[in-house]
Nanobody, 121 residues
């Protein structure tokens, strides 16, 4: 079993930045595919970005160049640095763990509870 706990969400003005953290326990994440998803009210859960191993990173087109996914294997934690935030980035952000980076939420075995990000205009 893997337990994932997200933190770092909050209210920020448009153009601002936030860094989300996903602390994992139960097994080392260095061999896992770790992904971030988000879900806005009334919308499907959307892939944001992911990392497998230390160097392989993937992003959705909607956040590419604004968001950065990173991993600290020693802390068993994955981060999502979000810059130049827009009101449309407002959503509940989830961390997920699986075997491979897949851009749909069906492909992951473990999920955190989510952390809310709200961007005001």
């Amino acid at each position: 079993q893997v337990r994932l706990v997200e933190s770092g969400g909050g209210l920020v003005q448009a153009g601002g930045s936030l860094r989300l953290s996903c602390a994992a326990s139960g097994r080392p994440i260095g061999n896992s595919a770790m992904a971030w998803f988000r879900q806005a009210p009334g919308k499907e859960r959307e892939f944001v970005g992911g990392i497998k191993w230390i160097g392989d990173r993937y992003y959705s087109d909607s956040v590419n160049s604004r968001y950065t996914v990173s991993m600290d294997a020693a802390k068993n934690t994955v981060y999502l640095q979000m810059n130049t935030l827009k009101p449309e980035d407002t959503a509940l952000y989830y961390c997920a763990a699986g075997l491979n980076i897949i851009r749909t939420w069906h492909g992951y075995d473990y999920w955190g509870q989510g952390t809310q990000v709200t961007v005001s205009s």
